[in-house]
């Protein structure tokens, strides 16, 4: 059996992942400090596949306690990084805190990887990290352009550290590029978790329609698009779920020490704020209570991927359509609200 460290295993990606782990062979340790995911998520992973799942809850800023996981499992074969802060907005107000949590946990991570040959090394990375791209679809060789936020920054700093580390050291390395994950397992077991107000478009959207928000705002409908409103690559959870068993089992695989390879994952299709709205409206049957607001900060105009490495290379195709991640979403808040 081969032993895979998840660190942000409680979070939203974390966990479904963990779930496509295990139904595919891989025995899954987790790493989750709770600071922004609940341990619930730990009963839905058992509920869907009958397996308890032990976490560590530990801060992988502390190098000492996080060493301790790999003396106490010297089989680990990987390790998939999903633990970080993603908050654009909160990265602005709080860019030291970004700075310390991101990178220091992923440092520690590849020194241990290192020192206990934890060879295949995944990093979760962003569409973020292109910016406003000149041309989309954006590929992996699209122009890295300067992060529009600190959070941005720790994702390309962060690629940069994993680049490098595989250049010095025999590790086996993946970044891979999430544009828009939404949506939930078909089962309703797990889902997102936002904390607070939350700031993606999607459990904007579904927090509307259950009433836990009277109203949402549309960021800006005055953009260069074909309906004024931004575009953006919404991607199932689960389709960026099982990416990750693939990217791990292709690392296994190849089994190229000191390597680094890219790879987008995003759906290819580009949808606009009021064409996801318009989705979601048909998919629930509901009259979604929105008002064109002002454009946010910060706001990339258009990114969609091409995926066709990913596709190519991985044997990836996504089995998630935008009414599926409508539906899963909105089924998994309405199982919130019970
Ligand atoms: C999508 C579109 C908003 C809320 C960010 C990070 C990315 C990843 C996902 C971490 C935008 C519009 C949103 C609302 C709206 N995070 N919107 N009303 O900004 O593309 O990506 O979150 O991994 O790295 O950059 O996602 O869902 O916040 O916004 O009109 O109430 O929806 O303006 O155009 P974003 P988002």
């Known amino acids: 059996m081969q032993t895979i460290l998840v660190t942000g295993g409680c979070g939203f990606i974390g966990a479904h992942t963990i779930v496509d782990l295990i139904q595919n062979g891989f025995e899954v340790i987790s790493v989750d400090n709770l600071s922004r995911a609940s341990a619930d998520s730990l ?5 869907i596949t009958g397996k308890k799942i032990k976490n560590y809850v530990i801060d992988l800023t502390n190098k000492e306690t996080t060493e301790q996981i790999f003396k106490d499992h010297p089989s680990i074969k990987g390790i998939i990084h999903f633990a970080a802060y993603k908050a654009v907005g909160e990265s602005v107000e709080k860019p030291l805190d970004y700075y310390e949590n991101n990178l220091f946990s992923l440092i520690h991570l590849l020194q241990l990887a290192v020192k206990y040959h934890a060879k295949h090394f995944i990093f979760s990375s962003s569409c ?69 107000r939350p700031q993606n478009l999607v459990p904007a959207i579904t927090q509307t329609a259950i009433g836990k928000l009277p109203k949402m705002h549309v960021h800006g409908n005055d953009y260069d698009t074909r309906d004024g409103s931004c575009i953006r690559d919404y991607i199932h959870v689960c389709d960026i779920a099982h990416a990750h068993t693939l990217a791990l089992q292709y690392s296994i695989k190849n089994d190229k020490a000191n390597s680094c390879e890219i790879f987008n994952l995003g759906t290819g299709n580009g949808i606009t704020v009021l064409e996801a709205i318009q989705a979601f409206e048909k998919v629930a049957g ?18 969609y991927a091409n995926n066709d490495y990913a596709v190519k290379k991985l044997g990836w195709t996504c089995q998630y359509d935008l009414n599926e991640m409508m539906r899963t979403a909105w089924e998994w808040e309405k199982s919130l609200a019970k």
């Open 286 to 303: 509901i009259k979604l209570n929105y008002e064109i607001g002002p454009r946010r900060v910060g706001d990339i105009v258009a990114i």
């Open 43 to 47: 009963l839905g992973i058992e509920k």
């Open 128 to 196: 973020t990290v292109y910016g406003n791209p000149d041309a989309i679809p954006v590929t992996e060789q699209t122009a890295i352009k300067t992060a529009a936020s600190p959070y941005g920054a720790t994702k390309q700093m962060g690629e940069t550290i994993v680049q490098d580390s595989a250049t010095a050291h025999p590790l086996s390395t993946i970044l891979l590029r999430y544009f828009n994950p939404v949506g939930a397992h078909p089962s309703i077991a797990i889902g997102e978790l936002p904390i607070g």
